[in-house]
Each structure stands twice: as C-alpha cells, then as structure tokens.
C-alpha cells in the first residue's frame, strides 16, 4: 500500500516571501518514484519535478528546491521569492514497486498576495 | 503538438444521460490512465490500461467503462449519468512507471 500526506490545506503568503510545501510518504517498496504537481486556476496539472528513491541528492531549478529525506519520508517543495503567479495548488504523488497507479496527497492550496 | 489531448473540455448533460470523453496521447506512450477530481480537488485513479489491457480498475461503478482501441486511445463512456459524477476528468499517460502527462482535464456538469 501507498499513500502521500501534504498536512497543509491551505497557506498564504505576502510575495517574496519563501514558502515550504511539505510531503509526506508511505510505502514498504525499497523502489519508488516522487512526483510533484502544479494545478494553476486554469485548472490543468503541471509536472515539476520525479525523483527516485535511490537518488538522494536534492534539486534546484530557479526559484524551486525540492528535499528529499528517506529517514523521514519526506519530500517537501520549497518556493523562494515567491510570486503571485506561484499561487496554485500542489500535489505531492507516489507510485512504488510494480504499481502502476500513481498515488496524490490531497493537495496543498498556495495563494501568494501582492 | 499536445502530449495528451482530451476532448470536450467541458460537458453539461442531464441526468440519465450517457456520454464519452475522448483521450488520445501522441507521446508512444504504453499506459493510459484515467483519475478522477471531485470538487475537494482530491485525485484518484479510475483505470489504467497497458497496452491495450485493462491493468487497474478501481472501485468504480460499472455505469463508467473505458475503452481502449489502441495504444494511443483511451475513451471514458458513462451510463446513466447521476449527479455524483460531476467532477474533472483527468486523462493520462506514461511510459512504464515514468513520468504522468496529463491532459488539461474535462470538466463534467451533471444536472
């Protein structure tokens, strides 16, 4: 069984601000892949980032950092310098061994103020 | 060219109807998905098909039943259409366990 906790319903932050999404993970599988989503107002979802399990090593690209720790499942998503084109909601996902299905948490809710 | 193309974008029926979204993937992927959003923006698998074959069906109503001509396409008819099934609907696709790509979603009106 899989599953992904994003604890934070909801979080608002005035522009500028850095902002931490965290995520949460369940799974008994030594093999598995991260994901997280970005779902703007327009409603589509945005792939940002897949990291494996077997890699560690934390990622940077522009304004984004994601920090992936096994010790603590956890894989938390930070926003620096946020904008308010940032707000949007995010999914942290899970898919793990010879799943198929890709597991969502249930989405955190950003909304940057000008 | 779109990845994952789902068509309509948006659909208003009424109740006791029957209607099908249309998903086609120009990606070679060999999995399609279907996920499901309700209007707490929580997102769930419906099915998924690998190479043609049925490989996840969730519990889902059997109103809801997926098909798959060929590896590019996987269309969702519904039956009988109630108005717990208004929600978006998410298309999907990957090669193996990699990366999902989704189309833009239809949103489903039942009224």
């Known amino acids: 069984a899989q599953k992904v906790t994003q604890a934070q319903t909801e979080i608002s932050v005035v522009e500028k601000e850095d902002v931490t999404l965290d995520c949460v993970y369940e799974t008994r599988d030594t093999t598995y892949y991260l994901f997280w989503y970005k779902q703007p107002p327009s409603g589509e979802l945005v792939f940002l980032i897949r990291r494996n399990s077997f890699d560690e090593q934390n990622e940077i690209s522009g304004r984004y950092s994601w920090n992936f720790q096994k010790s603590t499942s956890s894989f938390n998503f930070t926003i620096t310098a946020s904008q308010v084109v940032d707000s949007a909601v995010y999914f942290c996902a899970l898919v793990s061994g010879s799943a198929r299905q890709l597991t969502f948490g249930s989405g955190t809710q950003l909304t940057v103020l000008p | 060219d779109t990845a994952v193309s789902q068509t309509p974008k948006y659909l208003v029926t009424q109740m006791g109807n029957d209607k099908s979204i249309k998903c086609e993937q120009n990606?070679?992927?060999?999995?399609m998905y279907w996920y499901k959003q309700d209007s707490k923006k929580f997102l769930k698998i419906m099915f998924s098909y690998n190479n043609k074959e049925l490989i996840i069906n969730e519990t889902v109503p059997n109103r809801f039943s997926p098909k798959s001509p060929d590896k590019a396409h996987l269309n969702l008819h519904i039956n009988s259409l109630e108005l717990g099934d208004s929600a978006v609907y998410f298309c999907?696709?990957?090669?193996?366990?990699?990366?999902?790509?989704f189309g833009s979603g239809t949103r489903l009106t039942v009224v």
């Open positions: 990606l070679g992927h060999d999995t």
């Open positions: 999907a696709s990957s090669q193996g366990r990699r990366d999902r790509h």
